[in-house]
Structure formats: C-alpha cells, structure tokens
C-alpha cells in the first residue's frame, strides 16, 4: 500500500529505491510486547538481511484501545514525527524498550497530560526531538469552556492510520502485510533463519 508523503519517515528501509519491487508492512502497538519482540527481531536482524533486496519496510500505527496509553504513545510518536521525521524509528524503539512504563498498571493513576510530559521527556532524553515545548504543543488539549471534542494537533494523523489499518482489515498486532496481502503466518518469534526462508519465497 501507498505511504503518504506526511509520513515518510515511516518508511524504515527503502528510501533510497528508485523502484521498490516488494514492500513489506508492519502494524505494530507500541504497548504490545510482541510488536516490541518483533521490533527488536526487526531491527537487529531483519534490516541488515534486506539491505540488499529491493525491499521498502513501512512502520504502520495498529492502537490498541483495550489499553489507554496505547493511543497516546502513538500519538508521541506522530509529533516527533512531525518535529523531527529522522527522529521517529529511534523514538519508536524507545517506546518499545520502555513499553512497561506505559502498560495499564504503570499509568493507571496518572493523567493523559501527565503521560505526555513522560513522552516528551523520553523524546528529549534521546534526542528525538530538542523542543520539548513544541512537542507538547501538539499533543495537549486546549481547555475550553465549550467542551467540543476537537483532539489535539495530531488527531488528524492518527485518524488516517487507524483509518488505514481497518480498511486493511487488520484486528491484531502484529500483524504483517507483503505486497498488498496480510499474512497471519508471520510469528513474533521467529528466527533469523525463519524470516530468512519467509522472504526466500516472497522476494
């Protein structure tokens, strides 16, 4: 599927293509610990593979409502992006590697404003971004005396990908679409050696 230019640094290899044959995408929830497991799989082991094989990785937004949290760290996300586009793959790591900060009992007593002045001091303590005023201009709601559900700066962003996710049918993470096709096979816990074959048959 099409990646919109607003979202380019979503696309984690590939870039530098002029043609890409194949295009690999991931729907990952930054509060599931198998789309961290895959993750870090991803990065350590299946980047390198692919540096080589006409192959564009794109990073895809699968929120898991059942966990609160899970909407605003994707929201972080979509501001650092939106600050700092080479900025987002090292902040999306580190939501993954601090995912337990934000699971239902670590944030169960703290506000929505106060888990995101915890992202963007996890977006300023890495570098993500250098402006942590402006990151939290985008993601806090504005008081109003006439309450009207408007969101924050980035809404607009979140709804395209979640949008995005249900027209491809897509309920879980993580999930992985090759081409077009979801493929339930694809396990978090996979090896090298089995992503290796996987891709054998693919590319």
């Not at 930054?30 to 993750?39: E, G, N, Q």
């Not at 944030?107 to 890495?126: C, H, Q, S």
């Not at 709804?159 to 996710?165: D, N, V």
Request: net charge negative.
């Amino acid at each position: 599927m099409a990646l919109a230019p607003a979202y380019a640094a979503h696309r984690l290899t590939g870039a530098a293509l002029a043609t890409p044959s194949h295009t690999l995408e991931l729907f990952l929830d930054y509060t599931c610990p198998f789309s961290a497991k895959l993750w870090r799989t991803l990065q350590t082991q299946v980047l390198p593979l692919l540096a080589s094989k006409n192959v564009t990785v794109v990073f895809r937004h699968q929120v898991q409502p059942w966990h609160p949290a899970s909407t605003l760290l994707h929201e972080a996300s979509l501001a650092v992006e939106r600050l700092n586009p080479q900025g987002f793959a090292a902040f999306t790591g580190a939501l993954f590697d601090n995912q337990r900060d934000y699971f239902d009992e670590a944030t169960v007593n703290l506000t929505r404003t106060e888990i995101y002045r915890k992202l963007a001091d996890l977006a300023i303590g890495i570098n993500a971004v250098d402006d942590r005023v402006a990151m939290l201009q985008l993601l806090d709601i504005q008081a109003s005396e006439t309450p009207e559900n408007k969101g924050n700066a980035v809404t607009g962003d979140l709804k395209y990908h979640i949008r995005l996710a249900r027209a491809q049918g897509i309920h879980v993470s993580p999930t992985v679409v090759f081409d077009g096709i979801r493929d339930d096979s694809v396990s978090s816990s996979w090896s090298l050696n089995q992503w290796g074959t996987w891709l054998e048959q693919k590319i």
